[in-house]
C-alpha cells in the first residue's frame, strides 16, 4: 500500500515561514490535500489538490506538489496556526491514504 | 450548508460489532459525484482512513481493516452506516465521518466526531 511520510515535528518563530512536507513515491502524479488539526477538534481541510486553497483559509498558506514531495506552506504563522497537519492522497482504486502527521509549533 | 454528526456507543466490548451513524444535512448522497467518508484516530495518534461510499453505492474500504468493515447509505434518511466486526482494544478511536466531493476529492467538510473505547 501506498505510504507517505511527514516529519513528526516542525518549529517555526512567529512571522517565519513554516514548510511541511509530505514524501511518497511520485506523489507528484496524485492530488495532495492538507488538513489542519487543532488539539480536540476535528481537521478542516486547509489545502486541496495541490494547491488551491477553499473558501475561508487565509493566502498565507499555499502549496505544492512535485517529484516525491508534497509541501504545504505557511508565511507569516501565527499562534493560532500552531496545530498537527496531515497530508492525504488516493492510492489506486480510490483509497485514501493519510500521512503520519507533523505537529507545528510557534516559538 | 454541510453537516455531519456522528452517533452511536461509546463503549464496546472485545470481539463485538460496533455500529456508528453519520447523519448529514445540506446534500444528497444519491446526487453524484458526493461521497461520505470515515476516518478514526486513536487517541494521540494519526487520522486512519475506514472506508467511503460514494452516491452509486459504490463502496471503497482500507485494504488492511477491510474484512471487517461494512458501509451503507439509506439516502431517505441522510444516513451513513458503519460496521466494524471483532472489535478490539487498538480500535480505540474517535471515529470521525466527512463529505467528499469526488472520487479524489479531499474530505471537506468533518463530523465532530464519536469517541469509541474497546473495553470489558
Known amino acids: 500500500s501506498y505510504v507517505l511520510t511527514q516529519p513528526p515535528s516542525v518549529s517555526v518563530a512567529p512571522g517565519e515561514t513554516a514548510e511541511i512536507t509530505c514524501g511518497g513515491d511520485n506523489i507528484g502524479g496524485r492530488s495532495a490535500h492538507w488538513y489542519q488539526q487543532r488539539p480536540g477538534q476535528a481537521p478542516v481541510v486547509v489545502m486541496q489538490y495541490d494547491n488551491d486553497r477553499p473558501s475561508g483559509i487565509p493566502e498565507r498558506f499555499s502549496g505544492s506538489n512535485s517529484g516525491n514531495t508534497a509541501t504545504l506552506t505557511i508565511s507569516r504563522v501565527e499562534a493560532g496556526d500552531e496545530a498537527d497537519y496531515y497530508c492525504?492522497?488516493?492510492?489506486?482504486?480510490?483509497?485514501?491514504?493519510f500521512g503520519g502527521g507533523t505537529k507545528l509549533t510557534v516559538l | 450548508q454541510i453537516t455531519l454528526k456522528e452517533s452511536g456507543p461509546a463503549l464496546v466490548k472485545p470481539t463485538q460489532t460496533l455500529t456508528l451513524t453519520c447523519t448529514f444535512s445540506g446534500f444528497s448522497l444519491s446526487s453524484a459525484p458526493v461521497g461520505v467518508g470515515w476516518i478514526r484516530q486513536p487517541p494521540g495518534k494519526a487520522l486512519e482512513w475506514l472506508a467511503l461510499?460514494?452516491?452509486?453505492?459504490?463502496?471503497r474500504y482500507s485494504p488492511s481493516l477491510k474484512s471487517k468493515l461494512t458501509v451503507i447509505k439509506d439516502t431517505s434518511k441522510n444516513q451513513v452506516v458503519l460496521t466494524m466486526t471483532n472489535m478490539g482494544p487498538d480500535d480505540t478511536a474517535t471515529y470521525y465521518c466527512a463529505h467528499a466531493n469526488g472520487y479524489n476529492s479531499a474530505f471537506d467538510v468533518w463530523g465532530q466526531g464519536t469517541m469509541v473505547t474497546v473495553s470489558s
Open positions: 492525504q492522497v488516493w492510492d489506486s482504486g480510490s483509497h485514501r491514504v
Open positions: 461510499i460514494y452516491w452509486g453505492d459504490d463502496e
